[in-house]
């Protein structure tokens, strides 16, 4: 596609659920980040991956997060045991191997754990 | 551990002034620099990307500049337009070639018509 796509736009859950969220980065990026910006904050880095593999997962706050991208393009957020203070927006970026380095970000997936 | 700071917070101005956003980092040992507009509710937008090397870059009314050893950043919008509300973030590029970007909290500009 043209840009880096999110989905769902939205989710709502209930605490203790377990969340999905999809990220599918512009065709032919090899790299693909997920952040997260919760309200009034600048985004935090969480993963980087370089193709398959997670180059970086140093920004992941614990163990209910994991991200995978199996296939080196669509990559998948995955939340387990959702808490309240997980409710943001998390934002997905892709660039390509190689240039300048200016990362294009998503519109992101707000989720809203009650 | 990298911080930026971006100053002020928040930035009301009549419609065609010129204006300047500031940005500031602890550790000037960065790979480059890059300025970003993000709208109510949505993802962000590229705006200008400086490598450490560079001084400058300008993309029509913006222009951002990069002083890295006393570690500032500012971007400078020249006749601001309402469409130009939104809040402008800064991030750093700490990591090298992972591309790991520190972001500030951002600068909430509004234009009045």
């Known amino acids: 596609g043209a840009g880096v796509s999110q989905t769902p736009s939205n989710k709502v859950t209930e605490k203790g659920k377990y969340v999905e969220l999809r990220c599918d980065p512009i065709s032919g990026h090899t790299a693909l980040y997920w952040y997260r910006q919760s309200l009034g904050q600048g985004p935090e880095f969480l993963i980087y991956?370089?193709?398959?593999?997670?180059?970086?997962d140093s920004g992941l706050p614990n163990d209910r997060f994991f991200a995978v991208r199996p296939e080196g393009s669509v990559s998948t957020l995955k939340i387990q045991r959702t808490e309240r203070g997980d409710s943001a927006v998390y934002l997905c970026?892709?660039?390509?191997?190689?240039?300048?380095?200016?990362?294009?970000f998503g519109e992101g997936s707000r989720l809203t754990v009650l | 551990k990298q911080e930026v700071t971006q100053i002020p917070a928040a930035l009301s101005v009549p419609e065609g002034e010129n204006l300047v956003l500031n940005c500031s980092f602890t550790?000037?040992?960065?790979?480059?620099l890059q300025w970003f507009r993000q709208d109510p509710g949505k993802g962000l937008t590229s705006l200008l990307l400086?490598?450490?090397?560079?001084r400058e870059q300008t993309s029509g009314r913006l222009n951002a500049s990069l002083d890295k050893s006393s570690g500032r950043s500012t971007l400078y919008i020249a006749a601001s337009q309402p469409g130009d509300s939104a809040t402008y973030l800064c991030a750093v590029n700490s990591g090298g070639s992972n591309y790991k970007l520190t972001f500030g909290k951002g600068t909430l500009l509004t234009v009045n018509p």
């Open positions: 400086i490598q450490s090397s560079q």
């Open positions: 991956f370089q193709g398959t593999g997670a180059a970086d």
């Open positions: 550790d000037s040992a960065i790979y480059n």
């Open positions: 970026a892709s660039r390509r191997q190689g240039n300048t380095g200016e990362l294009f």
